[in-house]
C-alpha cells in the first residue's frame, strides 16, 4: 500500500490542479483538442447501406452481426436499398432501431 508524506500529498495535489487548469485554459480558447477533433470527425461520418460490409454495419448501435447479415441477404436478393425506409423492411430491424441508425447512414 502506499503512504504519501504530507508534502507528497501537496505535492500531487497541486500537479493535479495545474494539469486540470490546463485542461480548462485548453477548452475556453477552444484549441484543437485531439479528442474534440475526433468527436467532430465521427458525427459527420455516415456508413453507405448499400456497400457497406458486415463489420461496417455493426458499427451501427443496435446492429449486431445477425443483424448485419440479414442486411446483407436483403440486399443481396433485391438490390441495392432505394430510400433509407426500406432498410425497415429487413426481418428484425424494427422503427426503434431504424430510428437510432437512421441519422448515421446513407444511400
Known amino acids: ?16 490542479i495545474i494539469f486540470i487548469m490546463g485542461a480548462a485554459v485548453q477548452l475556453l480558447f477552444k484549441r484543437d483538442i485531439a479528442p474534440v477533433r475526433w468527436v467532430k470527425s465521427v458525427r459527420n461520418f455516415k456508413i453507405n447501406i448499400n456497400t457497406a460490409r458486415a463489420d461496417q454495419l455493426q458499427m451501427l448501435p443496435g446492429i449486431g452481426a445477425t443483424l448485419a447479415q440479414r442486411i446483407l441477404d436483403y440486399r443481396k436478393q433485391n438490390g441495392s436499398f432505394k430510400e433509407l425506409e426500406d432498410l425497415e423492411d429487413v426481418d428484425g430491424l424494427t422503427e426503434k432501431r431504424f430510428g437510432r441508425i437512421k441519422e448515421l447512414i446513407e444511400l
Not at 1 to 16: A, D, S
Open 1 to 16: 500500500m502506499f503512504y504519501l508524506t504530507p508534502q507528497e500529498r501537496k505535492f500531487v495535489v497541486i500537479i493535479m
